[in-house]
């Protein structure tokens, strides 16, 4: 639940166990945050021609091996173009370091 503000999950939820992976749509709840994120979503799903299921994944759960399988790396474009993010990473940390010697 680390990386999930405590007052997000009490908003609607009271653990994390308790969340509906399977809901086909995010709760209209009456805070600022559920309105952008609601409004995000309709923006995806308006601009779309194949309709967007919604995919709750919770770490350590059987949603999360799904979800991992379905990520893709970005290898980057331009200069970083091919460059997986552990080296766009270690690039970036020795350009910092050479700038602060």
Request: some cysteine; hydrophobic content about 40%.
């Amino acid at each position: 639940m680390a990386s999930i503000g405590r007052t997000l999950l009490q908003d609607h939820d009271p653990s994390v166990a308790q969340i509906n992976t399977d809901m086909p749509s995010l709760p209209a709840l009456d805070n600022p945050l559920s309105f952008r994120v609601r409004g995000i979503c309709a923006h995806l799903q308006a601009t779309r021609q194949l309709q967007l299921k919604l995919r709750v994944a919770i770490q350590r759960d059987k949603t999360e091996v799904f979800f991992r399988r379905m990520l893709k790396e970005d290898k980057g474009a331009g200069q970083w173009e091919g460059t997986n993010y552990v080296d766009f990473l270690c690039q970036i940390h020795r350009d910092i370091k050479e700038l602060l010697n």
